[in-house]
């Protein structure tokens, strides 16, 4: 735990504290409303005069839940293309729960039946191996905390206007989850590796084809054929019942469905390695296979949609996450990037998974631009929208990672912002 | 990760490797059956033939896992009186999805409104504080992924014939899960604490009147009042919209559906304190407030119900926890105790977190006994079940801890034994 008494702003202007114990000083009860001297404890609960309801052998999200959905942005012309966004602005902690996992489809949830499905592994020359899921399931197994971000992810703020929209809805293509399965590399090794195989061909039981090249490198180092997603099989819409995790690369390598892993000496340069998920540079040249995906954090709460009721004492709170490794530090600024504070981390923070950043705050009711700029272990720090757009451009599409803005107003209203 | 070629058994015994890599010298294609030379790639699956299934604004599981659900065990004369199991033997990982939490409710579950929940919060003389939802939620919020385990799980083992039942039918009262709130010391700091304050209680608003004492000490470390878990607004069944998460103390203290917390001198002495989750000792004193859970682990693969169908290569996989922190080591025995060897731990390995152990395992077709024993970081070790009847007598309900046996016999069939 971070403590710092350290003052940022003159005592009129707008505070952003990181000392957890300011937060009750300051907040005291008036603030917040919460104080009641000599409240009756003597009102009996309604609840207490009825029995409660049942058992349930799978359970759901009490009725009065029902903001906390995954908003979905289909193309009606095109049946299952589209997308559906978690609601990071109504989640909190680290784990997304599986309900709630951004969906990217091409066409569609295929339905398959796990006692006919296989997975084939074709080596270099004559030699495959096809694994049931029964097999699978006898091999060593590995658990680790990932997210997965689509490429696509954030991807209006790379347009002229900000988009007034839930957080979730603009950022909320990326997930985290505890995923376990087979090591690749394990699979791979079994099949037998050539020195000419320098790429793996991924393909998907889908009926958009999804194919992928993904270097052999990564191949054997971290990832994972999933067989599981937070403790459970995963879910359809994720991959059922088998899928590549590929830590820290963009959403499209993660391949669900998964049907085939072919060893090759190039890559297929199949329409999602060379058309989809590419940026077209200034230069007028496509950077293509850009998987790694940069470091960034967007603040969760407050955020658009959201409404300050009372000036006092609120906290900063927000997600950050790297494909390059793990998050070093998350600073915050409420005067639209001027000065910078550190937020905490919630520990664990771990590699390659989505990291909670927190900081008390101080809303004193004027207007204010609130910021966050995640930096990772690898040194890289979130860039400026400016920045980014500097350095690649006005017509890329992907890869957006630049630092999201927004404005709180007198009245508690909060908007996005270029700031 | 621990890798070692430590021969344990004569050739021709049971063996149980620790080398990853030995899995795949052993294994090979011929033991998994998995190797296909020359499949042929052309057959296209129908699901390449016909666009998918749609988005959906909150998931659910395949229709095909239909063997991963809560097992009920309610009593039918006593609406909403009893338990429901996380089925562990079909779970993977180290979290328990939200819809297979388990549950353990005297009187159901209540329906409460969040817009007219308060939690009023009882300091020593007339003052009282009472906190809405939206107030709690502008307070600081830590997240830990813990586990949560009933007194009364495992409490079968107690019985003179061991019950033949899923690991998750015997054990399943124990759930891992990504818990977010305020922390319990923040709120009562803030409505003031004085020296003879030695003591809190804690009720709830379901219709058994649930009301529980815990130590001021306990409550001013580490307790939660818990608003999400696994990132989500808390499940109905597990205490929404708040509940305490009191970290690696009996089910029973992590009061759901909070209702009040009271500062006192001393204990309520209310029925969960003295008659519920007691333990009569040999000497007929029962024990009481025994609060923290025991080092445990349980094999939850293979476990009874699944079926080795060829001889060969296997994962053994289980769970292991402590209520007094970390888990040191977990051992594991194919003789029925008599060698054992240490399993790999899943990284990270968190405080009062389940934490998942693994281990290659070759089975030749023998009949033989597989254990697991756990120690924590506070040098605890599990003990044997006759260790753990000869310290606590026969007349426990509560608080099993000891090891738990599963036997392999030549058919592959798994049955529970007391070995």
């Given at each position: 735990m971070i403590m710092q008494n350290k003052r940022l702003y003159p005592a009129k202007t707008a505070q952003m504290r990181t000392d957890r114990r300011s937060f009750l000083q300051l907040g005291g009860l008036g603030l917040l409303g919460a104080g009641v001297a000599g409240v009756s404890d003597a009102a009996e609960p309604p609840s207490w005069s009825e029995a409660g309801g049942g058992f349930s052998n799978y359970g759901q999200p009490a009725d009065t839940e029902q903001r906390t959905i995954r908003w979905i942005s289909a193309n009606p012309a095109v049946p299952g293309e589209g997308v559906s966004w978690t609601p990071l602005h109504e989640l909190e902690g680290t784990i997304t729960p599986n309900g709630l996992h951004f969906e990217r489809h091409h066409n569609g949830v295929p339905s398959i039946d796990p006692d006919e499905w296989s997975l084939l592994v074709n080596a270099s020359g004559e030699r495959s191996l096809r694994y049931s899921l029964a097999d699978l399931h006898r091999y060593p197994l590995q658990s680790r905390i990932l997210f997965i971000e689509c490429g696509g992810n954030s991807n209006t703020l790379w347009k002229p206007q900000p988009v007034q929209a839930a957080a979730g809805h603009l950022h909320g293509l990326v997930s985290g989850c505890e995923w376990t399965g087979v090591a690749l590399s394990v699979l791979l090794q079994e099949a037998g590796i050539s020195t000419q195989d320098k790429w793996l061909i991924a393909d998907a039981m889908d009926a958009s084809g999804v194919t992928v090249s993904l270097p052999i490198a990564k191949c054997l180092d971290d990832v994972l054929v999933a067989l599981y997603q937070n403790g459970e099989a995963l879910r359809p819409e994720n991959g059922y019942p088998a899928r590549l995790v590929v830590p820290?690369?963009?959403?499209?390598?993660?391949?669900?469905?998964l049907r085939s892993l072919s060893l090759s000496d190039?890559?297929?340069?199949s329409r999602f390695d060379t058309v989809s998920y590419t940026d077209l540079q200034k230069d007028g040249i496509a950077e293509r296979m850009t998987f790694e995906m940069g470091v960034k954090s967007i603040i969760t709460s407050p955020s658009v949609g959201q409404q300050l009721t009372t000036t006092g004492d609120y906290e900063v709170r927000g997600l950050a996450w790297s494909g390059a490794g793990r998050i070093q530090t998350v600073e915050l600024s409420?005067?639209?990037?001027?000065n910078w504070v550190p937020a905490h981390l919630q520990?664990?923070?771990?590699?390659?998974a989505l990291t909670r950043f927190r900081l008390p705050w101080h809303w004193d009711g004027r207007a204010q631009v609130l910021m966050s700029r995640a930096t990772d272990t690898a040194g890289a720090r979130q860039p400026s929208r400016d920045e980014l757009i500097s350095a690649k451009g006005g017509n890329v599409y992907y890869h957006y990672n630049g630092i999201c803005a927004w404005a709180v107003d007198v009245d508690g209203d909060i908007s996005h912002v270029y700031a």
């Amino acid at each position: 735990m971070i403590m710092q008494n350290k003052r940022l702003y003159p005592a009129k202007t707008a505070q952003m504290r990181t000392d957890r114990r300011s937060f009750l000083q300051l907040g005291g009860l008036g603030l917040l409303g919460a104080g009641v001297a000599g409240v009756s404890d003597a009102a009996e609960p309604p609840s207490w005069s009825e029995a409660g309801g049942g058992f349930s052998n799978y359970g759901q999200p009490a009725d009065t839940e029902q903001r906390t959905i995954r908003w979905i942005s289909a193309n009606p012309a095109v049946p299952g293309e589209g997308v559906s966004w978690t609601p990071l602005h109504e989640l909190e902690g680290t784990i997304t729960p599986n309900g709630l996992h951004f969906e990217r489809h091409h066409n569609g949830v295929p339905s398959i039946d796990p006692d006919e499905w296989s997975l084939l592994v074709n080596a270099s020359g004559e030699r495959s191996l096809r694994y049931s899921l029964a097999d699978l399931h006898r091999y060593p197994l590995q658990s680790r905390i990932l997210f997965i971000e689509c490429g696509g992810n954030s991807n209006t703020l790379w347009k002229p206007q900000p988009v007034q929209a839930a957080a979730g809805h603009l950022h909320g293509l990326v997930s985290g989850c505890e995923w376990t399965g087979v090591a690749l590399s394990v699979l791979l090794q079994e099949a037998g590796i050539s020195t000419q195989d320098k790429w793996l061909i991924a393909d998907a039981m889908d009926a958009s084809g999804v194919t992928v090249s993904l270097p052999i490198a990564k191949c054997l180092d971290d990832v994972l054929v999933a067989l599981y997603q937070n403790g459970e099989a995963l879910r359809p819409e994720n991959g059922y019942p088998a899928r590549l995790v590929v830590p820290g690369w963009e959403g499209i390598v993660n391949v669900k469905w998964l049907r085939s892993l072919s060893l090759s000496d190039v890559p297929l340069m199949s329409r999602f390695d060379t058309v989809s998920y590419t940026d077209l540079q200034k230069d007028g040249i496509a950077e293509r296979m850009t998987f790694e995906m940069g470091v960034k954090s967007i603040i969760t709460s407050p955020s658009v949609g959201q409404q300050l009721t009372t000036t006092g004492d609120y906290e900063v709170r927000g997600l950050a996450w790297s494909g390059a490794g793990r998050i070093q530090t998350v600073e915050l600024s409420a005067d639209g990037g001027r000065n910078w504070v550190p937020a905490h981390l919630q520990e664990p923070v771990l590699d390659r998974a989505l990291t909670r950043f927190r900081l008390p705050w101080h809303w004193d009711g004027r207007a204010q631009v609130l910021m966050s700029r995640a930096t990772d272990t690898a040194g890289a720090r979130q860039p400026s929208r400016d920045e980014l757009i500097s350095a690649k451009g006005g017509n890329v599409y992907y890869h957006y990672n630049g630092i999201c803005a927004w404005a709180v107003d007198v009245d508690g209203d909060i908007s996005h912002v270029y700031a």
